[in-house]
């Protein structure tokens, strides 16, 4: 027999929200979700979502974006209607300076280094920038703020964007399909846990969605060497 010849398998959130149900031994699996069910299930998967943004950074929610200096100005907003990218970054991972096709890296430092810095309104070519994320949107300090030759010029930020949230149980879930399983185990111990069921089922389900979280997520980074050198200030 032929195989499918597909690798187009998908689930909408509904679908993963039942099967949690049916793994937390909650709901019959012939029987479809009650509008309760329906409720609890996204409010549950989207506090989920949120908390695994904690885990580091795959490589399906590393973004590229660019903003484009203006001459003085030592800060961008970043968020949707901010001065600098459009959506809130958890965490800047890599910047670098683009002149025409030249580009220099751009070193991210801490709050207290920034804070160090000398004059931060003297102009000349951005060589370090400090990231504060805040709550609803982030602001992108730059040093040295942009002068008249670098001003139109762009800095590129490579950034973990956030996870999408489940606004509709027919949205599809903002995460691949090798996530599938994890998500399932991992909805399904918040689920039991809130709907007393024993100790000995949760148990196991606990078991499982760790073993999966904890593969995914090592399958779901780069694959590459890591090099270490002094970091000379």
């Known amino acids: 027999m032929a195989t499918s010849g597909s690798v187009d398998f998908n689930q909408?959130?509904?679908?993963?929200?039942?099967?949690?149900?049916?793994?937390?031994?909650?709901?019959?699996?012939?029987e479809p979700l009650t509008n309760d069910q329906t409720i609890r299930g996204m409010a549950s998967?989207?506090?989920i979502i949120k908390y695994l943004q904690k885990n580091g950074m795959p490589l399906w929610a590393i973004k590229r974006d660019s903003i484009t200096l203006v001459q003085s100005?030592?800060?961008?907003t970043c968020g949707a209607a901010g001065t600098g990218i459009g959506e809130r970054p958890l965490r800047i991972l890599e910047a670098f300076y683009r002149d025409g096709s030249n580009d220099t890296q751009v070193e991210i430092i801490a709050r207290t280094d920034y804070d160090k810095l000398g004059d931060k309104s003297a102009e000349g070519i951005p060589t370090q920038i400090y990231y504060d994320p805040q709550l609803?949107?982030?602001?992108?300090?730059v040093y040295n703020p942009a002068d008249a030759n670098a001003a139109g010029n762009t800095l590129h930020l490579i950034y973990h964007r956030p996870f999408e949230d489940i606004d509709s149980v027919s949205n599809d879930v903002d995460f691949p399909t090798e996530w599938?399983?994890?998500l399932e185990y991992t909805l399904a111990v918040d689920i039991a846990l809130?709907?007393?069921i024993r100790s000995s089922r949760i148990g196991m389900l606990e078991t499982k969605a760790k073993e999966y979280?904890?593969?995914v997520m090592w399958f779901d980074t780069e694959n590459v060497s890591t090099q270490f050198q002094p970091d000379f200030q």
Do not use: C, H, W
């Not at 100005?73 to 961008?76: A, E, F, L």
């Not at 609803?136 to 300090?141: A, C, D, F, Q």
């Open 213 to 215: 979280l904890y593969e």
């Open 180 to 182: 599938y399983m994890a």
């Open 194 to 196: 809130r709907s007393g």
């Open 136 to 141: 609803t949107s982030g602001v992108l300090y």
């Open 73 to 76: 100005t030592q800060s961008y």
């Open 45 to 47: 998967f989207n506090k």
């Open 12 to 30: 909408t959130a509904t679908q993963i929200i039942a099967s949690a149900f049916e793994l937390a031994r909650v709901k019959d699996p012939i």
